[in-house]
């Protein structure tokens, strides 16, 4: 299911047909560089599964990219909900196969994405959990309005959290 198009991509709800797309893609050393370590075929098959509850659950989720053009798979971009000191959040991700960076995918994708939180799910209130040395993550955090506010404490690791009040932010004039 088709969840949003932007200038150059689509972003669509993931199924269990993605599996070698995503396999590929969180079993990717480079793109998974700020995580403890690579995803397995069986976790990437959960993470789907995970999205997926959360599309029951919620509405959104994180979504596949795609190239709307060609239909090639480019990444995962979307919303999620972390708990972070003690509070459900609503958390802006992203992961983007590595011949695809640098091409502004994720700043795109992630804008959809909170314009969305806005207008769609009325989300007040967007974050982004960023591993303090992860600088293209931080970079596509503050392209979208999110600012640095505090270090928290994320399944035992210190992360910085980016935020942003959505109101206001990202309509177009
Ligand atoms: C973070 C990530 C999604 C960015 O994807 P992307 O499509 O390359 O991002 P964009 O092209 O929109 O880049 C936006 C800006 O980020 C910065 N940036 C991107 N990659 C960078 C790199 N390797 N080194 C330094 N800055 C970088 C740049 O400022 C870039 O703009 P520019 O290319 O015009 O200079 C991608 O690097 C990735 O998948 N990383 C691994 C997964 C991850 O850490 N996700 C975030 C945590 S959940």
Same mark, same amino acid.
């Given at each position: 299911m088709s969840i949003v198009t932007t200038d150059r991509l689509t972003l669509r709800e993931m199924t269990p047909s993605d599996l070698d797309d995503m396999a590929a893609l969180l079993g990717d050393e480079?793109?998974?560089?700020?995580?403890?370590?690579?995803?397995?075929?069986?976790?990437?098959?959960?993470?789907i599964e995970w999205n997926r509850s959360l599309y029951r659950d919620h509405g959104f989720g994180l979504w596949a990219i795609t190239l709307t053009e060609t239909g090639a798979f480019v990444g995962d971009c979307g919303l999620t909900i972390q708990r972070i000191d003690g509070v459900d959040e609503v958390e802006v991700g992203y992961h983007v196969r590595t011949e695809y960076q640098r091409r502004g995918y994720a700043t795109e994708a992630a804008a959809a994405s909170r314009d969305l939180a806005r207008d769609r799910y009325s989300i007040g209130r967007l974050i982004a959990v960023i591993n303090a040395d992860n600088q293209?993550?931080?970079? @596509?955090?503050?392209?979208?309005? &999110?600012?640095?506010?505090?270090?928290?404490? @994320?399944?035992?690791?210190?992360? &910085?959290?980016?935020?942003?009040?959505?109101?206001?932010?990202g309509r177009p004039g």
């Open positions: 480079q793109v998974m560089r700020y995580y403890p370590r690579t995803k397995t075929r069986d976790e990437a098959r959960r993470w293209p993550s931080t970079a @596509v955090a503050e392209r979208i309005g &999110l600012r640095f506010e505090k270090h928290a404490s @994320v399944y035992g690791q210190d992360r &910085l959290i980016y935020a942003a009040n959505l109101a206001g932010l």
